[in-house]
């Protein structure tokens, strides 16, 4: 925006004339407006990012460079040790994070259309999010040993209490207005919940979930760093506990590429789809 | 969420035509809050009622009973050195705090304003928000080693990220209208700031710092078990590596109720002055 | 009072691909002195982008303006938005003195006076969510007169308010304006508030075209009743007509060569 001319703080001149976005647009040569656009800015950022990386693995001698994690990442693929133990995590963490959302979307609708319900179920939910995840963990190893079951019970623990949380606030937000409207025009209830209900509540139970995954993956890791059943945490405990952390490194830079690739193309699309609504205002 | 739900029964005001119908009225909201209140109650007994059983359930070498937990609870306050541990993990916490904040809002606020900064840091930002908080934990150990620094980088780590997504959220929800107002009477930049841009963020960073909090501490605990020299997290892993589960329940449990009062005194006291202007109630925040 | 020139003025927004509509269109106009001018028009044919334009919070796209004080100093401005525009966590009163640039007791003062005549002395500690929309705008005009500034631009300052209100606030900004000497750029849907009110008629057509310029010449103090401003008034209506035609028949959009 251009300065406006009679600021008091410009007081030398009294005279004030303003440049048009024609005579700016002229005024910019064309290398600025390539370095400033966003694809341009993507990049930088990249490079950017590597290079602390970089100062930051020679500040720290314990601290790997990326050309030791990448030759980490090599051997353990090398290995065969990638696939059994991606797999063993995935599977754990997926049939803990359906539980959860199965469980959560129940109670989570129960808690919002009743008063009483909420009522009672409002102290456990409370408790359940406070509980860190590494109480589970030790729990969970303690009561099921190294199994699958250890990792996936902490996985449910510890997300479903968000998804509840959400799902409860999506369907207390069906605005009391909406439902006033709906009753004076008479509409039947299969539709009211069709064409009210569900669309208001989709969005916030798609964004419990996200928030649960983000959740369950320190749940899922946490049980298999403390178990001694295989997985991802058990591979990078490995690594970590023998004082090889460019094996550490390779596994996170691993895992969290894969919850990258899956939240922007899964979790975004699905979110987007179920909140069009609210960002076509 | 609590008095959102006792807000709902509240009679309105009434005419002093009708003294009947107005007692009456009184007599069933006074019925419904104590519904209310033994419901709630009723929610505590089934807490207790579980504990018990699943104790029962895997007996109670695998999960203490609750009384064992309280006796446990009770012992750690009466020697006294719980108030070092706490103390220490409270300090950290707020530390990491401190400079998630110092480093998040910068970003936030850049990000919000400018068009290059928001293509620049969106990705990394969006992407640390989804790294589980096990990965900052043993990644700011490997750091630090066995120090207090570790700690304050996991909370640091964990909760930037939260701050600076809020506060860029917050600054592009400022009343574009607000601002063509301010410079159309000459307003400077700096008032701009002050008057505009830093009332309309504060909702939103204290939504980022509420909801950083529940997940702060846990980290700053979760990185004092995997390496720390003192702390409540410290204790948690000691008193595990002695097979003292009842121990360790008991250290959660005062730290949760801890930080629990910590949140509701401090953080929602601070809110709610600070917020005084807006005309309606903010709705349910968890 | 302010020198206000404008040349060759043009004003295109962007409508995304490949589209773009042409508000303003090549407008010139000068502003001096004790002027008081309105700007007519049919809805949405850009009167508010052409304030904007003047007071420096939109930019346009091609042509030139410049603002002159002709009492030497930088000239002051003093903006009424359509809406009232107030900080909402702030009060009143604090909202009147955001704008200020000293914040001395004389200033309180004045702002404290102007809010007098707006008749909301005893809301100043409100904050603006506790006040009607009226309230609020009447706010907006106490905060733009206590600047008192060379150039003051309204932009339908009193089109959310009850008549009487509204008789009273025109008769009030008929006094200050006799005895400050200011330029006023005033924007109004209503032909014969424009009439009472104004020195000269700017109409601006759909495509953002001058239509006309009337200069009104008529003895002040003027009231709507007097039957000079009726006849007058019912004259430029008459004239107007013809612009009702051409409103349906433009396109706004057209497609960029
Ligand atoms: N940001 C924008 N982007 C695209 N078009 C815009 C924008 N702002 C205004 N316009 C268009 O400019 C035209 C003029 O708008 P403006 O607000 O100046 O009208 P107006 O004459 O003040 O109308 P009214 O009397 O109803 O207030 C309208 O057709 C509007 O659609
Ligand atoms: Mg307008």
Partial sequence: MTTVSDQPTSASSTVGRRRSTTEIEQDTPQWRKVLTSDPAARVTSLLAFVLFWVVVSALFDRVPGPVAVWTSLVDEFSRGEVFGNFGSTLYRFGVGVALATVVGVAVGVLMGLSQLSRAFLESPVLVALSIPAIIWAFLTVMWFGFGDTGPIITTFLTSVPFVIVNVAQGVRGVSRDLRDMSATYDVPMGRRVRDLVLPAVTGYIAAGVRFAIIIGWNGVLLAEWFGGGGGVGYRARFWYDANRYAGFAAWVVLFVGFIVLLDRFVLDKAIQRSFRWRDAR | MTDQLVMGPDTGPSTPAAPDREAAARRTARGRRWRRTAVLALGWVAIYAVWEATSWWFGSRLLPRPHEVLQSAIEIIETGNFVGDFSASVLKTFAGFGVAALVGAPIGYAMGRSRYWRAFFHDGVTIAGTIPAIVYAVMSLIVFGLSNLGPILAVALVSAPYVALNVAEGIRGVDNQLITMSEAFGRTPRQIRREVLVPTIVPFVFAAIRMCFAVAWKVEALTEVFGGRSGVGFQIRTEYQLYDISAVLAWMVLFIAFMLVIERLVLAKAESRLLAWRPEERGAAL | ?257
């Fill in chain 3, 1 to 257: 009072m302010a020198v206000l020139t404008v040349t060759n003025l043009s004003k295109t927004f962007n409508l995304g691909t490949a589209r773009e509509s042409r508000i303003l269109d090549d407008i010139s106009f000068e502003v001096s002195g004790q002027t008081f001018v309105s700007i007519v028009g049919p809805s949405g044919c850009g009167k508010s982008t052409l304030l904007n334009i003047i007071s420096g919070v939109e930019e346009h796209t091609s042509g030139d303006i410049t603002l002159t004080s002709d009492a030497g100093g930088p000239a002051r401005m003093g903006y009424v938005f359509q809406d009232p525009r107030l900080l909402p966590w702030r009060s009143v009163m604090k909202n009147m003195m955001y704008v200020q640039d000293d914040q001395s007791r004389d200033t309180v003062a004045r702002a404290e006076r102007y809010l007098d005549m707006v008749g909301l002395k005893k809301n100043a500690d409100f904050y603006p969510g506790q006040l009607s929309g009226g309230m609020q705008q009447r706010v907006g005009i106490a905060r733009a007169f206590a600047v008192e500034p060379d150039l003051l631009l309204m932009d339908e300052p009193f089109s959310h308010l009850d008549a009487i209100t509204a008789r009273g606030l025109r008769e009030q900004l008929q006094d200050i304006w006799a005895q400050s000497k200011k330029t006023v750029v005033f924007v109004t849907h209503d032909v014969v508030e424009a009439v009472e009110l104004s020195d000269r008629i700017i109409v601006l057509q759909p495509g953002g075209l001058i239509y006309e310029d009337i200069t009104i010449d008529l003895p002040r103090p003027r009231r709507q009743s007097d039957k000079a401003v009726a006849t007058l008034q019912a004259d430029v209506l008459a004239r107007l007509e013809t612009l009702k035609a051409m409103a349906a028949a433009e396109p706004v959009a057209e497609p960029v060569a």
